[in-house]
């Protein structure tokens, strides 16, 4: 399965938690851009909320991305103001490596 461009018509950002520590050794943290790609973002029917059976987790959205190898889990997505918490990453079932799927979870992180 090939993803088409027009697909992918959503602007997001992605973003790392870093630590860094000054002259004096503070710790300090902050979330930094890593990169901003075309997606798909796709809100979560009630029905795949429900059958998704991850009423812990809250899995509100479904993300598609081109493939990146620098991608993780501990990262976050923002999307029209919106943070959103990396629940895991999906690769393609074909090769791995032409798109991730990401389900997301509505949230803030510190540090915004």
């Known amino acids: 399965m090939s993803i088409g461009a027009g697909e992918l018509r959503h602007r997001v950002l992605i973003q790392q938690h870093v630590t860094t520590r000054d002259d004096d050794g503070v710790a300090h943290t902050a979330w930094t851009d890593v990169a901003t790609v075309w997606a798909s973002v796709e809100p979560l029917s009630a ?18 991305i081109r493939y990146r190898a620098d991608l ?8 029209r103001g919106q943070v959103y918490n990396i ?26």
């Open 47 to 64: 029905r795949e909320f429900i059958q998704s059976g991850q009423t812990q987790a809250a899995i509100t959205a479904r993300i598609t």
């Open 87 to 112: 629940a895991g990453l999906l690769p393609d079932k074909v090769s791995g490596l032409e798109y991730i799927t990401i389900p997301v979870s509505a949230g803030v992180n510190e540090g915004q």
């Open 72 to 79: 993780q889990a501990s990262m976050r997505i923002l999307h």
